[in-house]
């Protein structure tokens, strides 16, 4: 048997049967797939195959980033806390002039390079291209393909324009004052020619990135027509596409499905049930504000919810029912959501406030950040496990660090512990990405370069913006405090779920 890649001497950490102190193997790989993992001595590898001596490593599945938006990477750090909806108005692309295809080239690869670094192997890109320029879709996929990360891509589209997702916007909002204010994309054409471009670039790049597969994004249901999320439905079944689509973030999106989707009895999971969306292709990102009855139609429908507890608390949207959905048996996967409200493409992160709001030892918070994403992205089978037929993204983590010494309980260290200091080693289908700490696919001097030369145009831009919101964000406080009044059946501000 010849091998390409033997990572020596690792111990191996496999999300569903992990040891407090996992066993030391061997890992053989072939091209892009692992072939075989054994104790220490039972493989023989050959002259050309080269050898990464992980002696004193954790080897842990590539990290699986469930919900990411590479778009405004360039303005982590840039927002204070703020509601959920007054950062729509500072963040989403609408309401930017169109970007260069050099600044959209930097941001998808120090997005990429956060999350290799943060031992992140796969990334679901849920990217708005606006305007829509197929220009722009090449460059992003042309980046994700020279950074060497995996990607699940799905262009963020929906089809009804204006600002229906921000409740009491119409009454409170001088028209004067709504400007470029938007949160959604105007789009000219019916659902039908909408969903004809969608898959028009899908097939476009079809067989032309190994590591980028393609899913569908309906960015928010509020902001699609039932004619067109049906569509949806209808070319996921056709082409078992996953689908992403952010379904009740903050309080402010349950108000808005109780007084626009009176047919589903004021429901958006029944709504995303009766188009046909609510499958096992189904992610709903977030999942903040379900009612009871919802989580359980979630779990029997064997959707998946990609949670991301650092944005709903930056953008002050509250806490998902984590405890809710392990009880329900919903399938949980873990994202680490845009840069401008998290701020940090990191799943460590991620994984700890997991654990903590669910009262879990570590084990789920981990299953959720390898399989469980794996398995919300449409890779299931392919990712999330070291194990022979997998591919070969593989993380290795430094145990020769404080917070692997002493080593009494691999997983529980790993999510509470470990930040993210002690990743070493980073190989996705088996090429070897970060070599101790440093990328071998990218000149990292020569992008933090180009970030720093970029930024200028940037913070003009991201300085109009602000100033225009100036003037909205006393209307939007009114919003928000009348949302908060309102009475949705359920309440999500609680941190402690017993
Ligand atoms: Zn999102």
Redesign the pocket.
């Known amino acids: 048997m010849t091998y390409t890649l033997a990572v020596r001497g690792a111990r191996v950490l496999d999300p569903l049967a992990p040891q407090p102190r996992p066993a030391v193997r061997d890992i053989a790989i072939d091209a892009d797939r692992i072939v075989a993992v054994e104790p220490p001595g039972r493989l023989s590898f050959s002259d050309n195959c080269k050898v990464l001596d992980a002696t004193d490593t954790l080897a842990i599945p590539g990290l699986v980033s469930a ?1 990411y ?1 590479s778009h405004d990477t360039l303005l982590k750090g840039c927002f204070a806390p703020m509601p959920l909806e007054a950062w729509l108005l500072h963040a989403v692309p609408p309401n930017y002039p169109q970007r260069s295809r050099e600044e959209v080239r930097v941001r998808v690869l120090i997005g990429a390079l956060e999350a290799l670094k943060s031992g992140i192997t796969t990334l679901q890109d ?1 990217a708005t291209v606006h305007p829509f320029d197929a220009g722009e879709v090449d460059t992003i996929l042309q980046a994700y393909d020279d950074a060497g990360i995996r990607c699940v891509f799905a262009l963020q589209v929906g089809d009804v324009p204006g600002s229906r997702p921000l409740p009491f916007w119409d009454e409170l909002i001088p028209p004067e004052l709504r400007g470029g204010a938007t949160v959604s994309v105007r789009r000219g054409g019916s659902a039908r020619e909408l969903i004809a471009r969608i898959d028009g670039e899908r097939k476009r790049h079809s067989g032309r990135h190994r590591r980028i597969t393609w899913g569908l994004g309906p960015a928010t249901p509020e902001i699609c027509s039932e004619e067109y999320l049906g569509l949806l439905a209808e070319l996921s079944a056709r082409e078992k596409l996953p689908v992403f689509c ?1 379904v009740y973030e903050s309080k402010g999106n349950a108000a808005i499905a109780r007084k626009h989707y009176g047919a589903d009895g004021g429901s958006l999971v029944r709504h995303l049930a009766r188009v046909g969306l609510l499958n096992e292709r189904f992610t709903l ?2 999942g903040v504000w379900l009612q009871p009855a919802e989580i359980e139609q979630v779990a029997a429908a064997g959707a998946h919810v990609a949670l ?1 507890p650092l ?1 709903n608390l930056k953008t002050r949207s509250g806490v998902a029912p984590v405890r809710a959905y392990l009880g329900a048996g919903v399938k949980l996967a873990l994202g680490t ?2 840069s401008s409200c998290s701020d940090a493409q990191n799943m460590f992160q991620a994984m700890k406030l997991f654990a903590l709001l669910s009262a879990d030892g570590g084990e789920k918070a981990f299953a959720a950040a390898t399989v469980g994403s794996a398995r919300a992205i449409g890779l299931g089978d392919e990712l999330g496990r070291i194990a022979a037929g997998r591919k070969a993204d593989i993380t290795l983590l430094g145990l020769r660090d404080p917070a692997f010494a002493p080593l009494n309980d691999a997983v529980r260290q790993l999510v509470y512990t470990e930040p993210g200091r002690s990743v070493r080693h980073v190989i996705v289908d088996g090429r070897l990405l970060i070599d101790n700490g440093r990328a071998t696919m990218l000149d990292e001097d020569a992008l933090y370069a180009d970030v720093e030369r970029l930024m200028p145009v940037l913070m003009r831009d991201l300085g109009a913006i602000r100033r225009r919101n100036a003037a909205l964000m006393p209307y939007v406080e009114e919003a928000n405090r009348r949302t908060h009044a309102l009475d949705v059946g359920l309440d999500r501000y609680k941190i402690m779920q017993c």
Do not use: G, W
Request: charged share 10%; aromatic share 0%.
């Open positions: 919900h938006h849920m952010h990102a977030h991301n944005s959501d845009n």
